[in-house]
């Protein structure tokens, strides 16, 4: 038996009492089960970590040749590199030896990296150079004739600077993949002609909460009540003047602001809102020049509207306060790793920079003032959602009567191809694409 799909009794038939998808009767209804059951928890690592494109990392950290940055396909260990020609890697971090994890620390630069165990030695391309044996003639022929080298992932490709990777040899290419949300990352990629670079400094913490729970983050209803205390400090910041180096986000204004949700398929999900305070906002010190190359409306797109963009299933792409990749990486059913970074335009002026610096800090830091809000909020949902008895969620409806397919108004400004628009950043059918897709890739797996 297939050690690997044996997790117990969990057929297709089961996917019912997970998910139910039937938006023309009203009905977009997830289940408790979703983030508490670890058997569903084992058939998703295998069936969306493990046959989709997960994001890996971006480009800037590993900018140069020999450069590698660690990072994870849900609770596997990958390395990615860049060797001497400069061409980008992924691997599996663990050594064909006996399994060691090669790379133990999160980024350096190392022409031949040695296995800390036996010492085995491997290039930044990932070719075993040396078994650290000279007792050649200890090994039988069957070893001799073995490849060595670390297990490449099946697939790596790079959109935008951002680094993707699947195990599975059969995914769509990247582009297809991410469809209408390319544009989105062009958004952001597109900001500077040297390219983004991610800020030194990148956050880690653990939530002891669903992984499931990270990716609904960028969903605008929680915005009032959870960060009830950041706009408190907002309007006392706008009573003494303003006057700050922040120059925060005026969310105050976000409940009237125009704006929006749209589902790219594939899981891909993004929010915006339009900000009458873009001026304020890292790239509104660069407007004249953004606007000139893109013209309006693209650069109101770039400078005056807040972007949040989910890609399935591990990056979120926040360019709102400050701009932030945040990457979620799943380690147990109710245990999530999640690690944090600014983004920022290679040769923004130096006042743009400081101020996108301070507005990650105040907003999204471990120690701002909106991260722990939502951190504390989804591990209360994950005690709570120990409740079985309560039944289906309710937090899936709102919005449902103004989807509309393809582009709405606003997205045809700029030719944003979604495949369905809802009419509010405050809609719960924002979320419904990414558990559209989570029903659709288990069924795929448990069908095959
Ligand atoms: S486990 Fe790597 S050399 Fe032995
Ligand atoms: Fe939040």
Not at 98 to 112: C, I, Q, Y
Not at 213 to 230: A, K, M, R, V
């Amino acid at each position: 038996m297939d050690q690997l799909t044996d997790y117990g009794n969990f057929g297709l038939e089961d996917l019912d009492d997970c998910v139910v998808d039937d938006t023309p009767n009203g009905r977009f209804e997830v289940s408790r089960r979703m983030f508490e059951d670890p058997e569903l928890f084992e058939l998703e690592m295998e069936h969306i970590f493990g046959k989709t494109w997960v994001y890996l990392g971006h480009e800037s950290q590993v900018a140069n040749p020999h450069d590698y940055q660690t990072s994870r396909i849900g609770q596997q260990p990958v390395l990615i590199t860049r060797d001497g020609e400069g061409k980008i890697h992924a691997f599996l971090n663990s050594c064909p030896h006996r399994g060691s994890e090669l790379v133990g620390d999160r980024r350096g630069n190392k022409k031949s990296m040695m296995c800390p165990f036996h010492g085995w030695v491997f290039g930044s391309d990932g070719k075993c150079q040396d078994v650290n044996s000279a007792d050649t003639g200890a090994y039988p022929d069957q070893f001799v004739n073995q490849n060595h080298d670390l297990l490449a992932l099946a697939r790596v490709e790079v959109y935008g600077g951002f680094i993707f990777g699947s195990l599975n040899p059969d995914v769509d290419d990247l582009k297809t993949h991410l469809g209408g949300a390319s544009k989105i990352i062009d958004m952001l990629a597109d900001q500077s002609e040297q390219g983004m670079e991610l800020l030194k400094g990148g956050i880690r913490y653990t939530s002891r909460a669903n992984w499931k729970l990270q990716l609904e983050n960028i969903d605008g209803y929680h915005f009032f009540p959870t960060h009830l205390s950041y706009i408190g400090l907002i309007q006392r910041r706008m009573d003494q003047g303003g006057d700050d180096d922040v120059q925060a986000i005026d969310a105050r204004q976000m409940e009237e602001a125009a704006g929006g949700n749209y589902d790219f398929g594939n899981g891909h999900m993004m929010d915006w809102a339009y900000m009458p305070n873009g001026g304020d906002r890292p790239l509104g010190f660069q407007r004249d020049k953004i606007e000139q190359k893109f013209g309006e409306p693209m650069s109101r797109w770039m400078i005056d509207h807040v972007r949040n963009l989910m890609l399935y299933p591990n990056v979120l792409l926040m360019d709102q306060s400050s701009s932030t990749v945040r990457m979620v990486h799943p380690i147990s059913v109710d245990k999530t790793l999640v690690e944090v970074y600014c983004i920022a335009p290679r040769g923004e002026p130096a006042e743009a920079r400081q101020r996108r610096i301070r507005q990650f800090e105040d907003f999204l830091g471990p120690a701002g003032l909106a991260t722990p809000d939502d951190q504390e909020l989804f591990e209360k949902c994950q005690r709570g959602l120990k409740g079985q008895k309560g039944g289906w969620l309710q937090g899936y409806a709102r919005g449902m009567e103004r989807l509309s397919d393809g582009a709405d108004k606003a997205a045809s400004e700029v030719d944003i191809r979604p495949v369905v628009s809802g009419g509010d950043i405050n809609d719960e059918t924002l979320i419904h694409g990414s558990y559209r897709q989570w029903l659709q890739l288990m069924r795929d797996g448990l069908a095959s």
